[in-house]
């Protein structure tokens, strides 16, 4: 993660943004990304609310203690006077909900936003307001959708069982021979075969 440290043109301009990461590993390597577009665009960045122009949390939205830990650090992060912003998988996954419910977070960003943080955040600090995104069903972006999917004979481990699926017939597939059994009539060879075998 960058450093508070770390020189950067902003320092002047004093736009200053902490970073609060939740949740899992994926949340830490994204909030490392966010750190380094945020210090490339200029910002200061910090994990200290003090002082900050913005707090950005990135949440956790899947496991029911992480996402009340959010809750509660967001509004934590109100009471420091910066503006605040919920980023991550809480506010990927419930958008324009969560900044319905919680007037605290002048924003709620989606995943979409990431590339441009820095330029959101400089519309935040600047009174604009940054509308929340309506959560969609993000496997409808792959080429074949997972939703598409369930339409087809195909079967993939984990994703289902397909609408059509095919009756196995034990006879045509009996499974491997107990030890010691005579092989099914279909492996035993022929009276050509065995005739062969003798010439």
Partial sequence: MVSATSPSPSAAAGRRVALLTLGCARNEVDSEELAARLHADGW???TD??????????????????????????????????????????????????ADSLPEAQAVLSFDDYPDIAARLDAVVAGEQVTAHTPRDRRELLPLTPVARRDS????????TPTRTPRRDRRAHPGPPAPGAAPPARHRPGRLAQAGQRL
């Fill in 153 to 160: 004979a195909v079967v993939l481990p984990g994703h289902g």
């Fill in 44 to 46: 200061q960045v910090t």
């Fill in 49 to 98: 609310g003090e002082g900050a122009d913005v707090v950005v949390v990135n949440t956790c939205g899947f496991v029911e203690k992480a996402k009340q830990d959010s809750i509660q650090t967001l509004l934590a992060a109100a009471e420091t006077g910066a503006k605040v912003v919920a980023a991550g998988c809480m506010a990927e996954r419930y958008g324009r909900e969560l």
